[in-house]
């Protein structure tokens, strides 16, 4: 598999813890956090229907670190993507933005929440078809009543490369360019998190190379903090850490990964007893 | 199939609801119009039946001159008592009446008013005994002179009882006083018949005030012995009564006198179905729309249909079966509505008429035949055209993302300039007068055209003026967006604004014709009419209402007064034609009242056996100064006139001028509207109060100024265009309910997007406002469409009148300002439950991917 070319001397072997506490322990350890969960459930229906999204999952996210969720269908990492994120509520535990604790706002705080302290990258319909490219990146802004930093709004163009592609509506733009215009959308308000959810789901390889290498340049360059989750152990290659879920808890930790040690983890996942033994 | 069509139907209750609606409110015109019409038609045929009950073989004289039942009573001629015992001697008769029973006996109630008649007769009569129908509930028949017996239901409508000493007016004679000495009824505790009201004098008094001729009656009645058939009956009396005469049965008096109502009735039901057509078009609209946004809606469903092996033919029976299926349902329920409101129009009418007695509220088939021809009809056609795009989805689009191209709208815009310009054809061919025959159907139908054509254009027009409307929004985030969001489907925001399109212009195109005809005629009036002073009453029934000419004497002896005139008027037959003729008191008042010039002959005096014409008259009927014209009035012989002058037509102008001895024998030989002319320098308000005084036993009519009567006599155009502003505010109900379907349907198309846009931080109240914004563009837009093709409508209407006076267009600014103020408060209402579904939009559930 060929990787996209990392900077020298960044290229470390993932270490694989395989106890789940000595993984929250060592989360636990980090200072800085941009966003924390601790315990958090997620139940969704009741009685015969009850389904356990999340069962008692703690993680912290560093600032200015590019972190991936991983896992197979069905264990919680969308989940608990839309619970940091406060898109969704938890049934127990605690979630935080930075200084911010997320459980227990309403809509109005939930709003505002996102609005200042988080951005947004999604699979798809990611943008407004009436508005130009210009407008869609701005639109954060706008609605929050604030301007942006001409010089960062200046440099984040620039690192898109989207500069002559500015007045084009979404339309107009491939499937890479638009998905750039979100990335876009979400640095420019310099969130205190950004959460991309399977950000190149819906792009060929090419296209979302782009797109990662994007997002771990803002990262490296300008200490942005990023969760993403994703299925594609290519995509989480570029992420600094990989977590991985199975079952609504985290299972296990890289840090460092390349394509090769996730699939491997993958592997393992998918096979519970060696994980457990 | 089927099932699956009937499933999605049932998924989409509400928006099938709401462009149902339009459907139900269209219905509902069309079958209460045929319910109002068939139970007032047999109203009147039990309220005539029962009026001749009594009455076997009828015999009267010959009417000098025709006259409708909506035009008012008919002026029986005068029959001699012989007449009544040459019927008597008939064998078979076993009881010949003579019988007085005239219109215009009007009495004088507890407030000092005439009791009024929205329509039916005030009947002055004699006395002929009680009989099966007709009982005195309270005292006795009139055995005096100055005594009378009236019906139940006059007595309670002029707050009277017995024993009172009250004032009648009568047409021969000047205000008289009675003393009431006997109430009565009608059979079945009825009050009326009809809601006439009715004046029983004794014989003589009654040949006096209602005649002017003794020993004559107006008809004779006649009872058939026992074993003789009515009509063998009537034709032994025409045979012994001779030529001159009209004898028929009661039956068929009855049928006859129905029949001429039930043709008025229809005048009812052309105006109803009118509105139905406007509600229809509306709906049309309405319905096309969503129809269009569900096929829109639907399109990854019905390709995937088509992919599994669906035909085309198969793809347009679902979404036709669908729009039948709705189509039945809102007839239905139209149908209940309009037997509802036909009821509750009849009961209206009935109140209004003097408390008729209904007879059973019924549905022809032809109200259940039209409800649902129209109302499956209507909901088909306008779901064909979403239909066949429907079939023309092809099977890939159900792997595709659901793209909608913007298709381009020059084939829309080719259409709706031709159909507006063959509208603008029909309008200017049907206004000029050039379309032979069918003038009104060719205006309707150009008007038709001329909405079909812009509503076609719109599309076309929306994108700069929805773009332009929407940047008085632009200031706020929301606003932007809303402001976007109305300009992304030009065709489904110029459909739904067509449809507020329809009843603004309406309502602006009334509006300005009849502002224009008000405003003409007023401004005409004051530069033409020199009378300081004018004597007039407000007609409520076909009667005008009159007064006694001793006024007019009495008033050109008062001080100050320089000029007085006593207008008359009647329909008579001159030459053999029905016209409209008047007499002055003073024909000098042609000239210097009314400022009639000569065109020929002398128009300043009139001989008792001369009279004047128009000059359109003059032209159209052929004849010139000193021709002669056969006259025949509604009283008296006919008789041969010289014509003496001819004068130029004008607004105010009559067509035929009689001397004013020929006024004895008009239907109402009592002026009915006087002018008085100060001398110079004389106050108004010094001479009103004495006319005020002369005026006290003619309390029909009253004295005003003639900026008063000016706008008395204008005010009947602004009750005509209240009440076609409350029918047709009813269209623009239906376009309302087409703004909110429109802004649902968007709502639920745009979920993700809501989502987006509350994930990165819309609040809820931005996200209402920006639905508001949305709506309120549309709804401006709209009326902006509406009050533009309204005056326009109205503009060339007024100027084909030009011929007819109204030489002012009137743009009804500040009305024009309301309706765009409502269009924007509409767009608000309109959006509150979408917007308040937008801004209850699951964040998660909506950006949450398949």
């Not at chain 2, 009495?107 to 005994?129: C, D, H, M, R, Y």
């Not at chain 2, 829309?412 to 379309?435: D, E, P, S, W, Y």
């Not at chain 2, 409307?469 to 402001?483: E, N």
Request: hydrophobic residues 50%; glycine residues 10%.
């Amino acid at each position: 598999m060929e990787l996209p070319h990392r900077p020298a001397g960044a290229v470390r072997i993932g270490r694989q813890t395989e106890e789940v506490d000595d993984v929250t322990a060592m989360v636990g350890r980090q200072a800085q956090a941009a966003a924390r969960a601790s315990d958090v459930w997620k139940v969704y229906g009741s009685g015969e229907a009850q389904v356990i999204a999340l069962r008692g999952v703690s993680a912290e996210f560093e600032r200015g670190q590019f972190t991936a969720i991983m896992g197979p269908s069905g264990s919680g990492k969308s989940t608990l993507m839309h619970c940091l994120a406060g898109l969704d509520s938890v049934t127990r535990g605690t979630v935080a933005i930075g200084d911010t604790t997320v459980t227990g706002l309403n809509d109005a705080g939930l709003t505002k929440l996102r609005r200042d302290k988080v951005g947004f990258i999604f699979q798809q319909f990611n943008l407004l078809p009436t508005l130009t490219a210009q407008e869609n990146i701005l639109l954060p802004m706008s609605i929050a009543g604030r301007k942006p930093d001409p010089a960062w709004y200046q440099t984040v163009i620039d690192t898109v490369g989207l500069r002559d592609r500015l007045g084009h509506r979404p339309a107009q733009l491939s499937g890479g360019q638009q998905q750039r215009v979100a990335c876009a959308r979400a640095l420019v308000a310099r969130p205190e998190v950004i959460f991309a959810d399977e950000p190149t789901g819906n792009l060929d390889s090419r296209s979302g190379a782009e797109v990662l290498n994007f997002l771990r340049n803002s990262v490296r360059e300008h200490g942005q903090t990023i969760v993403m989750v994703t299925h594609d152990p290519t995509a989480a290659a570029y992420a600094d850490r990989v977590v991985f879920l199975a079952d609504g808890q985290i299972v296990s930790e890289l840090i460092e990964p390349t394509a090769d040690t996730v699939l491997d983890t993958m592997k393992k996942l998918d096979t519970p007893a060696e994980v457990n033994g | 199939m089927i099932r699956a069509t009937l499933k999605s139907l049932l998924a989409r209750k509400l928006r099938l609801f709401l462009s149902g609606l339009a459907v139900v409110l269209g219905v509902m015109f069309v079958s209460g119009a045929f319910v109002l019409t068939d139970t007032l038609g047999r109203t009147f045929d039990a309220i005539f039946a029962d009026a001749y009950e009594g009455v076997d073989v009828n015999v009267a004289a010959k009417p000098k001159i025709a006259v409708s039942e909506m035009e008012g009573e008919q002026t029986a001629a005068p029959l001699p008592a012989a007449t009544v015992d040459k019927v008597r001697a008939v064998p078979g008769v076993a009881t010949a009446t003579g019988v007085v029973a005239a219109d215009g006996a009007r009495l004088i109630g507890s407030n000092g008013k005439a009791v009024a008649s929205f329509g039916p007769p005030q009947l002055g009569e004699n006395w002929t005994g009680e009989s099966e129908q007709l009982r005195l509930r309270e005292g006795h028949e009139p055995r005096a002179d100055d005594e009378i017996v009236i019906n139940q239901g006059l007595a309670t409508a002029g707050k009277v009882k017995l024993g009172d000493r009250v004032g009648v007016l009568t047409p021969l004679e000047p205000k008289q006083d009675f003393t009431i000495v006997g109430i009565f009824g009608y059979s079945g505790g009825r009050d009326s018949i009809g809601g006439s009201n009715e004046i029983m004098f004794t014989t003589p008094t009654a040949q006096r005030l209602m005649l002017g001729e003794p020993n004559a009656f107006n008809s004779v009645t006649v009872k058939a012995a026992g074993g003789v058939t009515d009509e063998s009956l009537r034709d032994a009396v025409a045979a012994a009564v001779g030529d001159g005469y009209v004898v028929k049965t009661g039956e068929q008096l009855s049928s006859e006198a129905a029949q001429g109502f039930k043709e008025a009735l229809s005048f009812f039901n052309r105006i109803l179905l009118g509105f139905a057509a406007v509600a229809l078009l509306v709906g049309t609209f309405l319905i096309l729309n969503t129809f269009s946004i569900i096929v829109a809606q639907r399109t990854r469903e019905l390709a995937l249909m088509r992919a599994v092996g669906a035909s085309r033919r198969q793809v347009i029976g679902s979404v036709v079966l669908e729009a039948i299926a709705v189509g039945l349902i809102a007839s239905v329920f139209g149908l209940a509505a309009g037997i509802g409101i036909g009821a509750l129009l009849a009961w209206a009418f009935g109140n209004l008429a003097g408390g008729l007695t209904l007879a059973g509220i019924g549905v022809p088939a032809a109200a259940v035949i039209g409800a649902f021809a129209v109302g499956l009809v209507i909901t088909v056609v306008a779901a064909l055209l979403p239909a066949l795009r429907a079939s023309r989805i092809p099977p890939i689009a159900a792997m595709q993302d659901v793209a909608t191209p913007d298709r381009p709208l020059t084939r829309i815009t080719v259409a709706g300039a031709l159909v507006t310009a063959v509208g603008a054809a029909l309008l200017f061919l049907g206004l000029n007068g050039n379309a032979g025959g069918n003038t009104l159907a060719t205006i309707l139908g150009g008007v038709l055209f001329a909405f079909i054509g812009v509503a076609l254009l719109t599309p076309l027009i929306s994108r700069p003026v929805v773009s332009l409307l929407g940047a008085i929004f632009a200031w706020s985030v929301p606003g932007k967006l809303g402001r976007l969001n109305s300009g992304r489907n030009p065709r489904r925001t110029a459909i739904t604004a067509a449809a507020l399109m329809v009843g603004i212009a309406l309502v602006t195109g009334v509006t300005v014709i009849l502002d224009s005809a008000k405003g003409s005629i007023s401004a005409l009036a004051k530069d033409t009419i020199k009378a300081e002073l004018v004597i007039a009453g407000s007609q409520s029934g076909p009667r005008p209402p009159s007064f006694d000419p001793a006024v007019l004497d009495k008033a050109a002896a008062l001080p100050g007064v320089q000029l007085v005139d006593g207008e008359y008027g009647d329909m008579a037959m001159v030459n053999g034609q029905r016209t409209w003729v008047a007499a002055s008191s003073n024909v000098a008042a042609l000239e210097r009242i009314f400022g009639a010039k000569a065109a020929a002959g002398d128009i300043s005096r009139l001989g008792p056996d001369q009279m004047l014409f128009s000059s359109d008259t003059a032209k159209s009927r052929g004849v010139s100064v000193g021709s002669t014209v056969n006259v025949q009035l509604s009283r008296g012989e006919a008789r041969s006139y010289t014509v003496s002058g001819i004068y130029q037509s004008s607004q105010f102008t009559n067509p035929v001028v009689l001397p004013p001895q020929a006024a004895r024998d008009f239907a109402i030989p009592q002026p009915i509207q006087g002018f008085l002319q100060l001398a110079p320098g004389t106050r108004v308000a010094d001479v009103q109060p004495q006319v005020e005084r002369l005026l006290a036993d003619s309390p029909e009519v009253s004295v005003a100024d003639r900026d008063a009567f000016i706008k008395q006599q204008t005010g009947s155009l602004d009750g005509l265009l209240q009440m076609i502003q409350i029918l047709l505010a009813l269209a623009i109900v239906i376009a309302v309910l087409g703004i909110v379907n429109t802004l649902a349907l968007s709502v639920l198309e745009r979920t993700r997007e809501l989502g987006l846009l509350r994930a990165i931080g819309l609040r809820r109240a931005q996200t209402m406002r920006m639905i508001t914004v949305e709506a309120v563009v549309i709804s401006v837009f709209g009326a902006l469409l509406g009050v533009v093709v309204g005056s326009g409508l109205g503009a060339a209407v007024v100027r084909a009148l030009k011929d007819e006076g109204i030489n002012d267009l009137i743009l009804p600014w500040g009305q024009i300002g309301v309706m765009l103020g409502l269009a924007a408060i509409i767009g608000v209402v309109a959006a509150v439950l979408p917007a308040i579904r937008a801004a209850r939009i699951n964040v998660l559930g909506a950006i949450a991917h398949e």
